[in-house]
């Protein structure tokens, strides 16, 4: 690795540490800079802004996992169906690995409401995922599992849905951080859409599952506990 992308590597990760412990709108690019002895003009020739700085963290994470996907579905062990819930799955904010970094995404989206933001990680997932959800579809056209007439739109319908439940799912547990029977809500809504995918896809009954209702109380859990937190700073 070059020193240039160390330096703004360093920054990412730096970043990123500081909003996990301070929260986004309690850290200044001042932290960034004092924290690695860097001056203004070292910032901003790699990042124009701190909220640039944030986009560019979810971009690298994002792009980490659908590297580890894109394994996954071409290792040759995963039917269509098999990867059509991988692929899903993915979309929802509540299966990172990490629930600070989802709380703090559910922060700055659903309750500080930067539109821009949200809009920008909506549409970096549907651009990934699209090419790779149209190749399943048309595998599992090929083999029986899925019919429709539109194989063409379908992909991008059953992504738009997907990231539009999403957004729903967010704002109930942003608006609800200490209610955890939220969560039945969260759960029905995402039974709904399963059910609605398997019907755009021609997909048989109960094929589609995509999350597993205990990991994901779990993570609801644990995220709300972040997410109290970030407010609390």
Do not use: W
Request: glycine share 6%.
């Amino acid at each position: 690795m070059k020193k240039g992308e160390l330096r703004r590597d360093s920054i990412l990760r730096t970043a990123e540490k500081l909003f996990f412990e301070k929260g986004y709108d309690e850290t200044s690019i001042q932290d960034i800079l004092d924290a690695l002895s860097i001056s203004k003009g070292g910032f901003y020739h790699y990042f124009e802004s701190k909220i640039a700085l944030l986009e560019e963290i979810c971009r690298q994470r994002a792009a980490t996992e659908l590297e580890h996907i894109r394994a996954e579905l071409y290792s040759g062990k995963l039917n269509p169906v098999q990867k059509l819930n991988l692929l899903l799955g993915t979309l929802h904010l509540f299966n990172r690995e990490s629930p600070e970094f989802t709380a703090l995404v559910l922060k700055l989206s659903y309750i500080d409401c930067d539109v821009h933001f949200r809009e920008q990680t909506r549409s970096f997932m549907l651009d990934s995922l699209r090419p790779l959800l149209d190749e399943v579809v048309s595998a599992g056209i090929a083999d029986g599992s899925f019919f429709t007439r539109n194989p063409g739109q379908i992909g991008r319908i059953v992504l738009m849905l997907s990231c539009d439940v999403n957004d729903e799912a967010c704002r109930i547990l942003a608006e609800n951080p200490d209610n955890p029977d939220c969560v039945i809500g969260i759960v029905d809504l995402l039974n709904a859409y399963r059910e609605a995918v398997e019907n755009l896809l021609g997909a048989s009954f109960g094929s589609i599952s995509l999350f597993d209702v205990e990991h994901l109380m779990r993570a609801f859990r644990q995220t709300a506990v972040q997410l109290k937190i970030l407010e609390a700073k």
